[in-house]
């Protein structure tokens, strides 16, 4: 006799009003049309929609004065305004603001505000709760892929960062936050159908109105998506390079042995609008005795050969029992000097929210994937259903 769970008779749970916040003008249409409106109506809606959300910022559909009173009625009965929860929200001695956001039970992500960073004020948002690359330097490496996040997840990581700013509406100028870096949790490139869609949301200029040549997309590498990244986005492109040659990239970011050195630049090169105003940034995290001597800031330079780029060298960030350290300063010095001298402009990122662990490759959630099995057992140890039946 085997006792299993039939879990196709668990009552289902009771829906609770979802939130219009993040939701991109298709989405907006196609929850109007689920109301019962026709084509245009709820075109129309939508629009009016997203610039109360995503320009004013609204949080209660009561304010919404264009719209008409049964149909406000009918919006405040079946959806709400709200965020997802921040389960945590830190401030760095140096002004860097990190935000642990639960966007539903056991799926939390980090992202992270840094002032004086881009125009004004940059936010490095996450794609992915966990990351699928392993690569050795980084902390969310160490963490198992969870779920991509959707394109209004990706949005409410803007929508947060604006509550706690006070930057409602939208500002035509003086903004403290004018740029999105797509440098947080998660390989964006293998989540490209939702961050396409978050980030026409994010350049709506009727709603938040980040221009797109504000938001940066970092990709450790999946050659390729990296041209059609450029034409559905026209983002701008950043490569977590980190190595010049292929034995050491294949160990410090994985994904090079599927796409190696050669491919990821072929891909680089057919990246539409590349030009002088229009670069590529490479990332590069100097790694004590790993990557950072001179022959390897000539040999970056050898690489980078025809690519309008910058380069950004990148001290490598600590974390809890990471296997590396960051360079001297002296090196990093040394190696920027050759970049200097061979003309690029390469800056060295100073390391912002390291108090706080909100440093380049320092995030990581505690969640978990779980597998069908804990799911069960979950649901079994809370006794909210799960049908036992014994089988002879
Ligand atoms: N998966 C994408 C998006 C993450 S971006 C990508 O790899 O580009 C995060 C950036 O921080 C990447 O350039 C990453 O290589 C870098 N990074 C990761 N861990 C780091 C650390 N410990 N110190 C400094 N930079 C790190």
Sequence with gaps: MSTTLDLSRRPAPLPGPRTLAGLSIPALRAEMESLGLDGKQAGMRAKQLRRWIHHFGARDFAVMTDIAKDLRARLADTYVLDRPEIADHQVSKDGTQKWLTRFAPGVEGESVYIPDVGKAGALCVSSQVGCTLNCTFCHTGTQALVR?????????????????????????????????????????????DNIAEAIDTISDGDGIAIGRRRITVSTAGVAPKIPELGARTNAMLAISLHATNDDLRNELVPINRKYNLAELFDAIRAYPGLGNSRRVTFEYVMLKGVNDTIAEAHDLVRLLNGVPAKINLIPFNPWPGSPYECSGWDAIEAFAEILNRSGYASPIRTPRGRDILAACGQLRSESVKKSAAEKRREALAEGEAGVLRSEP
Excluded at 166 to 187: K, Q
């Design 148 to 192: 991509n996040l959707t394109a209004a997840e990706i949005v409410q990581q803007v929508l947060i960062t604006r509550d706690t700013l006070g930057e409602w509406p939208s500002a035509e100028e003086d903004r403290l936050l004018t740029n999105i870096v797509f440098m947080g949790m998660g390989e964006p490139l293998y989540n490209l």
